[in-house]
């Protein structure tokens, strides 16, 4: 079973590069490598075909099916989480060209759910994704009291009327055998490669040289799945695989004329080609909370020196959930809200902010500036969970909780005013310092006393690949 390209097509979409309309493009389908998948490894290769220019378009094909191995019986009653769908099945993604490595990226939904939700409405995000990603997230406000809920009516969902018995049925997007469960599709612009959306990449110039994709799944479906409690079944680490023989890279190609492609390769011998690129990577930290209204200081070195930074993206995640405890909407697929904040960052020896950032709108407006001042189009009560929200009416609804707290992305913008890449962000000279103070607040929805998080630090930093006729070469 593979995706159905017709549907997508049928959307009248194109390129989001810069449009070209006297070239053809074309669309190539690229099995996984023979390698992929074998001897239980989480993982599919691709080589990716080197034909015109290729554009953030292209996608990743892959099905979610229950484990036939599985040690206990899974619920039939599961789907992806709502809030990213099936991009939450990547745990690290990476491109590599002539054995050197262009992106690499861990968890890169966590990197792509404020972009998603800050660019767009929810009602935008499920429309445009959902034929792909299969997320389905959109909340609304009871007009009785006030509160904050998940819109089961926008979902698929079916649960009582009341909303507040233990069972709700899914009844689109099951995951089941192979015969019967969709198939998804995963855009390189959200794995990794953002640099597609601005510019496409002029694979053709590669000549011999590998593109190598590689994707790397979790063994733990829990990071990605959901299940209704009171269903029948269960849903354990090994209750849900990817079908890795069915995954496809469907690519997008700008066709080039070949007298055009010729000269500029020829080209290549004199001047070689500089494509300025945008590219995120991973630091990791971890704090550990203890009692309630107990204030924890941490303080963060990131070795950033000699790189332009453009944006720092924080994120709390948690081991998944045990079954009967797992969140039925989200997964694990969070950055959790941990509380109350003092925040000071300092860069090249200066501190950021004049005296350390406590109040939380002034915590979410930095995240407002990082994202172009747009804001996070999310309850205020998914991103703070903390003094002020516990004065605050909330919904007692279970799918109105399992959202509480979920989606606490604190950015800060690094960018100077300039436009591109190079010269646009900030270069560090040193370790860039983070004392941020965290007070938790809660005991539930989400639990924030003697939590141990690890903390993602996601860095948006300027690099360069240069192409020339003998050699690729990639900046740090």
Known sequence: MSYNLNSYFQLGLDSEATPQN??????????????????GLNKVTFKVPKAGLLTGDSMVTLQLIANPNAAVAPSSNATPNFVCGALGVIERARLVIDNKVLTDVERPSLLEIPKLYTENTQNEV??????FLGNQLQTKTNPVDGTEEFDVSKS??????????????????????????????LHLKHLGAQ??????????????????????????????????????GSIQPDSFIVNTET???????????????ANEIAALASKPMSYPLIDNYVVKGGITTETVNKAIPNTFRINAQNRELHRILMVNTVAPLAS??????????????????????????????????TNPSLFQQQSI???????????YGAFHVNNRTNSIPQSDK??????????????????????????????????????YTVTPRVTSWPQQQGVQYSTLFYLSVSKLLTIGSKMVEISF
């Open 369 to 379: 500036y990082a994202y172009n001042n747009m804001a996070l189009k999310l309850p």
């Open 195 to 232: 640099f597609l959306e601005n510019r496409s990449l002029p694979v053709f110039l590669m000549g011999a040289r590998e593109i190598i994709l590689e994707l790397f799944f979790y063994k733990d479906c829990r990071e990605y799945m959901t299940m209704t409690q009171g269903a029948s």
């Open 247 to 261: 995954c496809e890279l469907v690519s997008t190609h700008i066709q080039i004329p070949d007298d055009v492609q």
């Open 324 to 357: 009967d405890q797992g969140n039925r909407v989200v997964s694990n697929q969070m950055s959790r809200a941990d509380g109350d904040h003092s925040v000071q960052i300092k860069s090249n020896g200066l501190n950021l902010y004049e005296r350390p950032i």
């Open 126 to 131: 499920a429309q445009f994704n959902y034929k």
């Open 156 to 185: 698929r969902y079916f649960v009582a009327e009341d909303e507040t018995a233990d069972t709700q049925n899914v009844v689109r997007n099951r995951v089941t055998s192979a015969d019967n469960s969709k198939v998804y599709g």
């Open 398 to 435: 279970q799918l109105a909780q399992a959202i509480r707290g979920f989606a606490q992305y604190f950015a800060v913008d690094f960018k100077n005013g300039n436009g591109g890449v190079y010269g646009a962000g900030s270069v560090q000279k040193q370790a860039l310092e983070i004392e």
């Open 22 to 39: 006297s070239l053809v493009m074309n669309t190539i389908r690229t099995p996984v490598d023979v390698q992929s998948g074998r001897n």
